[in-house]
């Protein structure tokens, strides 16, 4: 017999072994696990039952306090009530009227007011069945003596009987126990008497009817295969049974399950107990399974039991399962066996081989040799199944692992050199723009800026310079791209803004107009910039200036709100070559006043919710700033209320902002 017989015959006998074992095993286990998800079951629902019951019993006392609040709280009512008529002078006609309308109103059978010897002196029924009542002396009742001589505030009574009056008594014959009150009573304000508020107990005995003991346990048994429910009080004695129509409810119970009861009160813990346990009386529908759990008083201890009976068949269950879940089993194994066997050697091997060369190919840093290419291309060679595949893809990926590598050592030297060069780029960017702010001779105007771009260069630009001894020039762009392009195109406006206004500064506007056609002669990328350049006189405060398309900018008055300035606009600077450009209407400056220039990266910075900053919630911070906060004090606190909306969410646009407070030259401040 060769050793792959030998093999294969060892394999079956060990399948077969394997098999009975595993099938008894999974029988055993299966009812077990069925038994006891059962039996826990079970306790949760006698454990939920038992709490519901030590609910219930309360029910009745809850309710009579809650009843007893709400006539105490109407008898308190009644007593100011009747304090006020009577300081108002009404007659007793009068007030009694008033109770009679109070008791209809909220279904109240009698209302009494006494004086400080319990004698009626107003009341909510009619005057002859009053004194008929009176007479019967349930006002002088000891237990409202607390109350006349000023022991008690309140008091609310159980269920007092008395004689009815002659309205009463024709009610008996349709309502028997209509003489039954529980009466509720409090001083009068004065303490010279009290008032009394009956309430007739048919209500609170419909409540506690609808939710009582009886009804619990049909519905529970409605809801669940359970066919004996009994609820035992301290002593062990059933208080409560209901059952099946086919139990009989006065079945005597066995001396193990009476020891189960005694060891739930005394344990004060749920347990049960299985009848007829054995595996052959479970799937014959023979066991039946206890369960109990104690029930709890107010104090938290035990004063009773509730117990479930029901029975337990796993028959057509086990059955089902042992069909399946066995013979899909058994199918499988053997099928596995079949076709696992023939291939085994076969899968196997390569697949060892490839493992090495994996852990050759790791070790080696991904840096194959001669002998593991060779190795790769021997497993798959003549191999058209999945294993071949394997081995060529592995064989592929290795020779792409060694490009990917060089490639990305080039790409990351690429991208360092690039962050350096765009490093480089924004100190020179940044480098251009004005790093001094003061301006020499001139401490009637303070004047401060700021550009944070969003990528490492930007396309914003500020800038300002003296044109002669009293005439300041100021600068605020918005390149229409960002990046390097925006970056490049900037410095060319800057420089030609400091061109020509050096060169000609008769008219802003002439100066926007020639900037303009010198960007329109050389943009082969159609890139604009949108500007607002204006010339400050320092000796007057006139600001004349000139809008290309820009936002408009703000007036920081010292003595009133901050004010937008209003602009008739023009056309950004790199569209038409002939473009026409006019001064705006000249904005004046009084002694404190300020401006403030800005791009659009400071109304449409976002937050993480895809808000934007608006010119309004500018206009809200501008307003909420100190009228004599200085240039750079407004810059910095218009920053953080930036910074503070946006939070962590990436800067989308670059921002610039550029601040100014000019004072007049003869201010005391100056001098």
């Known amino acids: 017999m060769t050793l792959r017989r030998r093999l294969f015959l060892l394999v079956t006998l060990i399948i077969v072994v394997g098999i009975s074992t595993a099938a008894a095993l999974f029988a055993y286990l299966s009812w077990r696990s069925v038994l006891e998800r059962t039996e826990r079951d079970e306790r949760l629902v006698a454990q939920l039952l038992s709490q519901s019951i030590g609910l219930i019993q309360q029910v009745p006392e809850v309710i009579q306090e809650i009843v007893g609040s709400d006539v105490q709280a109407q008898a308190d009512i009644v007593a100011h009530l009747t304090r006020i008529a009577r300081q108002r002078k009404a007659s007793a006609t009068e007030i009694n009227r008033a109770l009679r309308g109070i008791a209809a109103e909220n279904s109240i059978p009698e209302i009494w007011v006494t004086d400080a010897s319990g004698k009626p002196i107003f009341w909510s029924i009619d005057d002859v069945n009053a004194r008929i009542s009176a007479d019967f002396g349930v006002m002088q009742h000891p237990i409202f003596r607390p109350l006349l001589e000023g022991r008690k505030f309140s008091i609310f009574t159980a269920l007092q009987h008395r004689e009815p009056g002659s309205h ?59 066919d004996t429910i009994w609820v035992f009080d301290e002593t062990l004695k059933p208080v409560a049974v209901s ?51 104690p029930i709890f008083n ?17 028959q057509t269950e086990f059955n089902s399962l042992l069909l399946v879940g066995g013979g899909l089993t058994v199918l499988l194994l053997l099928a596995s066996m079949i076709l696992a066997l023939p291939f085994l050697d076969r899968i ?82 940044m480098g ?15 004047l401060y800026a700021v550009l944070e ?16 001894t009293h005439r300041l020039f100021v600068l605020v762009g918005d390149v229409s791209d960002k990046g390097v392009p925006a970056a490049l195109f900037m410095a060319v406006t800057k420089t030609l803004f400091a061109v020509e206004a050096r060169r000609d500064a008769s008219s802003i506007s002439g100066i926007v107009a020639r900037v303009n056609a010198a960007l329109c002669e050389n943009n082969p990328e159609s890139m604009f910039v949108t500007v607002l350049a204006g010339i400050l006189d320092l000796c007057s405060g006139e600001f004349v200036f000139c809008d290309g398309g820009h936002e408009r900018p703000w007036v920081l ?52 919710n895809n808000a934007a900053f608006t010119v309004a919630r500018l206009g809200e911070a501008l307003a909420a700033l100190d009228q004599q906060a200085s240039a750079r004090e407004t810059v910095e606190q218009l920053m953080a209320e930036i910074e503070s909306f946006v939070s962590a969410y990436p800067q989308s646009d670059d921002i610039t902002l550029m601040a100014l407070r000019w004072r007049h030259p003869a201010h005391p401040h100056n001098l």
């Open 432 to 446: 251009m723009l004005p790093q001094v702010f003061a301006l020499p001779g001139h401490a009637e105007c303070d």
């Open 453 to 468: 771009p969003a990528k490492a260069v930007g396309g914003d630009l500020f800038d300002f310079f003296l044109l002669d």
């Open 298 to 314: 107010t104090d938290g201890l035990p004063d009773g039991a509730a117990l479930m009976s029901l029975p337990v068949n796993m």
């Open 557 to 608: 008055r010292r003595e009133g709100p901050p004010e937008q300035v209003a602009k008739q606009g023009g056309v950004a600077l790199g569209f038409l070559a002939d473009a026409v450009y006019r001064e705006e209407k000249p904005i004046h400056l009084a002694d404190g006043d300020g401006l403030l220039l800005y791009t659009d990266g400071v109304s449409e910075a976002m937050n993480a």
């Open 243 to 293: 059952a099946t129509p086919d139990r009989d409810h006065a079945t005597e119970l066995s001396a193990e399950v009476r020891a189960l009861i005694e060891q739930v009160v005394g344990h004060s813990t749920p347990a049960s107990y299985l009848q007829n346990g054995g595996i052959h009386q479970v799937l014959l529908g023979q066991a039946r399974l206890y369960v109990a759990a």
């Open 168 to 226: 009463e008594a024709n009610l008996q014959h349709h309502e028997p126990d209509s003489h039954d009150f529980y009466y509720g009573g409090v001083t009068l304000p004065d303490r010279d008497g009290m008032v009394l508020i009956a309430r007739r107990p048919e209500r609170i005995d419909r409540i506690i009817g609808r939710i009582g003991l009886k009804r619990l346990m049909e519905t529970v048994m409605a809801a669940a295969t359970i």
């Open 348 to 429: 196997v091997g390569p697949l060892a081989r490839l493992t090495v060369q994996t852990r050759r190919l790791v070790k080696h840093d991904f840096r194959a040799d001669a002998e593991m290419r060779e190795e790769l291309l021997d497993v798959s060679r003549n191999r058209a199944d999945e294993v071949g595949c394997l081995g060529n893809a592995l064989s592929s990926m290795v020779f792409q692992l060694e490009t990917h590598i060089s490639e990305l050592k080039e790409t990351t030297a690429a991208k360092e050199r690039i962050e350096g060069e765009l490093s480089a780029a924004r100190n020179i960017q």
